[in-house]
């Protein structure tokens, strides 16, 4: 069974910073492409970075320059490490996997943690 556990999240001031964890299954670590969305109250949920398998990185235009998105293949555990942050930050951020199993058919998958709530004070 595929699991992705988050941790991290917490209550920051303005400016501070935070570094979020997801550890995933080893089975799809090595394949998948890793994802951090995050949905606000009242809000549809939106990708703030993502990794591939590779390693190649795209991010959100609200947290370029302030977030990393990385990944530790030994400990099948991808971060987000969020620097300046914003109360606009506040939100659930949840850790995504998804790829293409393995086998003939190639079943498409996507994967989704609990969340980890992060809140910025002004």
């Known amino acids: 069974q595929v699991q992705l556990v988050e941790s991290g999240g917490d209550l920051v001031q303005a400016g501070g910073s935070l570094r979020l964890s997801c550890a995933a299954s080893?089975?799809?670590?090595?394949?998948?492409?890793m994802g951090w969305y995050r949905q606000a109250p009242g809000t549809q949920r939106e990708l703030v970075a993502g990794?591939?398998?590779?390693?190649?990185?795209n991010y959100a235009n609200s947290v370029k320059d302030r977030f990393t998105i990385s990944r530790d293949s030994a400990k099948n555990t991808v971060y987000l490490q969020m620097n300046s942050l914003k109360p606009e930050d506040t939100a659930v951020y949840y850790c995504?996997?998804?790829?293409?199993?393995?086998?003939?058919?190639?079943?498409?998958?996507?994967?989704w943690g609990q969340g980890t709530q992060v809140t910025v004070s002004s």
């Open positions: 995504n996997a998804h790829g293409l199993g393995g086998g003939f058919l190639r079943i498409p998958y996507s994967y």
């Open positions: 080893r089975s799809i670590f090595s394949s998948a492409d």
């Open positions: 990794i591939t398998s590779s390693g190649s990185t």
